[in-house]
């Protein structure tokens, strides 16, 4: 079964203060990792896809790599509108049945800028 | 260019009513998927479609039924509510095989089963 967990559940950082966010995942061949952000009320929205161990990507002030083991979404110098929840998600072939084309998602890190 | 819309966003149903969640995109998508997202559970796919006139369950599809109506069209029904269905219900939709498949997500519906 595909699993998604993401740490921490919720973290506190002054505006400027980078760090990182994780989701360790045990997938059967992994077809993509997904990063995506929600903000209240809303739905989540598209950040990045990583496909193998090694890929990185960046936009903005974040940075997402991606291990055999887990993703890590860095955030740089954060700023106040950078608060959300981040999510991760993991999509399995499409031979591995069960939703195997939807995605298995961890239940978020939720992030506040405080200026 | 909409995106996924949903409708409606908000509604409350009494236990025992029946409802239909609709869901469209215009993106010319082969997939199209009906999650719920619960405090502390994050999202679970109820139903997924690969493409048009296929229809797959996912993590939770009890007490739920989907109709792709046609590619552009997913609706999600549910036929006699329970309490236990008080969720926010999100359509998404993506491209479908190997490459960018990364799925856009409507504006969710709230759903209150009292």
């Known amino acids: 079964e595909d699993q998604v967990t993401q740490s921490p559940e919720a973290l506190r950082l002054q505006e400027g203060e980078s760090s990182s966010l994780n989701c360790s995942y045990t997938v059967s061949g992994l077809r993509g990792l997904f990063w995506y952000r929600q903000d209240p009320g809303k739905g989540p929205e598209f950040l990045f896809t990583?496909?193998?161990a090694g890929e990185e990507k960046e936009k903005e002030r974040l940075k997402a790599t991606l291990t055999k083991k887990e993703s890590f979404l860095h955030i740089t110098a954060p700023k106040p509108e950078d608060s959300a929840t981040y999510l991760c998600a993991v999509q399995a072939p499409w031979y591995s049945g069960g939703g195997a084309d939807g995605l298995t998602f961890g239940k978020g890190t939720h992030l506040i800028i405080q200026p | 260019n909409a995106g996924v819309t949903q409708n409606p966003k908000f509604q409350v149903l009494k236990t025992g009513q029946s409802m239909t969640l609709q869901c469209a995109q215009d993106?010319?998508?082969?997939?199209m998927y009906w999650y719920r997202q619960d405090p502390g559970m994050g999202l679970r796919l109820i139903y997924y479609s690969a493409s048009e006139g296929t229809t797959d369950k996912g993590e939770v599809p009890n007490g739920y039924n989907v109709s792709r109506l046609n590619k552009r069209e997913f609706s999600l029904r549910l036929e006699s509510a329970a309490p236990s269905q008080t969720s926010v219900y999100f359509c998404a939709s993506s491209e479908y095989g190997d490459g960018d498949t990364e799925a856009f997500f409507g504006q969710g519906t709230r759903l209150t089963v009292v």
């Open positions: 993106m010319n998508h082969n997939s």
């Open positions: 990583l496909y193998s």
